[in-house]
T-cell receptor, first 111, second 113 residues
Framework: QKEVEQNSGPLSVPEGAIASLNCTYS??????FFWYRQYSGKSPELIMS????GDKEDGRFTAQLNKASQYVSLLIRDSQPSDSATYLC???????????FGKGNQVVVIP | EPEVTQTPSHQVTQMGQEVILRCVPI?????FYWYRQILGQKVEFLVS????????KSEIFDDQFSVERPDGSNFTLKIRSTKLEDSAMYFC???????????FGQGTRLTVV
């Protein structure tokens, strides 16, 4: 079982719509959860961090965490063409130094 | 705003040559990382470094790789004898403590010919 899974294929959304991205993780001891945005040929850029169950909002972004279901999601409201990128889910576990990444979900916002 | 800086941004090397990739982590961060991303693939963990020693490494990080913190600011990744399959983007990252946000440098694109 992969540590961090992001299974859905490229997501096309019209400008102004909501983009919804999902991520599951295998280690129940995971404690920290992050969403990164990566433009083609660039490095991962931190968007959100979430540490406890529930929702966390930052501007147009909302992260949701459900530790019982081992599930973390990201909502992008009022999607803009500049949101077109690959979104990476990353998970960190206590006692494990590294950040484990999912393969990412590509989002294309159509003007 | 503090940032992780990496040099060079692009390096081309011949197969079998040694390369050193350089990183300056954010100054108050204690944990340092190297990741790589082969074109079109996921970001893969290579190694983490804390308190002047390797704290964790992946199966990718074999004997041809080494890391070093030669002074108080630089963090380097050495690939001893490069192979074609080492061609990738290499990212350095740092974080204050385990479980906090990690910040990435802009990356070094390594091309082995």
């Amino acid at each position: 079982q992969k540590e961090v899974e992001q299974n859905s294929g490229p997501l096309s959304v019209p400008e102004g719509a909501i983009a919804s991205l999902n991520c599951t993780y295998s280690d129940r001891g995971s404690q920290s959860f992050f969403w990164y945005r990566q433009y083609s040929g660039k490095s991962p850029e931190l968007i959100m961090s979430i540490y406890s169950n529930g929702d966390k909002e930052d501007g147009r972004f909302t992260a949701q965490l459900n530790k019982a279901s081992q599930y973390v999601s990201l909502l992008i409201r009022d999607s803009q063409p500049s949101d077109s990128a690959t979104y990476l889910c990353a998970v960190s576990s206590y006692g494990n130094n590294r950040l484990a990444f999912g393969k990412g979900n590509q989002v294309v916002v159509i003007p | 705003e503090p940032e992780v800086t990496q040099t060079p941004s692009h390096q081309v090397t011949q197969m079998g040559q040694e390369v050193i990739l350089r990183c300056v982590p954010i100054s108050n961060h204690l944990y340092f990382y190297w990741y790589r991303q082969i074109l079109g693939q996921k970001v893969e963990f290579l190694v983490s470094f804390y308190n002047n020693e390797i704290s964790e490494k992946s199966e990718i990080f074999d004997d041809q790789f080494s890391v070093e913190r030669p002074d108080g600011s630089n963090f380097t990744l050495k690939i001893r004898s490069t192979k074609l399959e080492d061609s990738a983007m290499y990212f350095c990252a740092s974080r204050v403590t385990v479980n906090t946000e990690a910040f990435f440098g802009q990356g070094t694109r390594l091309t082995v010919v």
